[in-house]
């Protein structure tokens, strides 16, 4: 089983790390918050990662 980890736009830009509801941190880049996920993905396992940009279609990252 893959962990779904998130990289969400917030509407004032910043990027917010998320798994599920869980909100790990937020960050004004999105190379740093793909980095930080990769970091999370890490510890709990094998991972798929999806970037949600503000207004924008969700897609998935292939290659973090």
């Known amino acids: 089983m893959a962990w ?3 990289a969400v736009q917030l509407e004032d ?7 599920g509801l869980h909100e ?3 960050h004004h880049d999105l ?3 793909i980095k930080h996920l990769r970091l999370v993905a890490e510890s ?3 991972s798929e990662f999806f ?3 503000y207004g924008a279609e969700v897609s998935r990252i292939d290659d973090p």
Do not use: A, N, T
Request: with cysteine; aromatic share 14%.
């Open 4 to 6: 779904y980890l998130r």
């Open 13 to 19: 830009g910043r990027w917010s790390c998320r798994h």
């Open 24 to 26: 790990f941190d937020l």
């Open 31 to 33: 190379v740093e918050c």
């Open 44 to 46: 709990i396992g094998p």
């Open 51 to 53: 970037m949600h940009p």
